[in-house]
């Protein structure tokens, strides 16, 4: 099934991507959120939670498979992604609005 993740906030798709989609490719994730009908039906998201190697700074290449060249353990942390509501959403976009118009109105005076 098609998952579709759309954030509330400017840019959150893309922080989203930067920050832990590549993370997430090939884990077993768990996803709450509203089932949509039309051509192809799909899953908006509104949480996204696994559990994933933890990224470690330095120290080389990470397996997870152990061995004799790996001298510490592996570490895992917990992912918990949320799409914020749609009414985060309308007040930034009033507030933008907002700001659009006092900033119009001081130009032209």
């Not at 570490?75 to 930034?92: C, G, K, M, T």
Request: net charge positive; charged share 20%; aromatic share 12%.
């Amino acid at each position: 099934m098609f998952l579709y993740y759309r954030s509330s906030i400017p840019l959150g798709r893309f922080v989203f991507a930067l920050r832990n989609a590549d993370r997430l490719v090939g884990e077993q994730v768990k996803v709450w959120g509203w089932y949509r009908r039309g051509l192809k039906p799909y899953v908006e998201i509104a949480k996204v939670e696994s559990r994933v190697v933890k990224a470690r700074k330095g120290g080389g290449s990470t397996t997870l498979f152990g061995g004799e060249s790996v001298s510490a353990p592996v570490e895992y942390e917990d992912v918990v992604e949320r799409s914020y509501s749609r009414w985060i959403q309308l007040a930034l976009a009033g507030a933008v609005v907002t700001v659009g118009i006092v900033w119009l109105l001081a130009a032209g005076s």
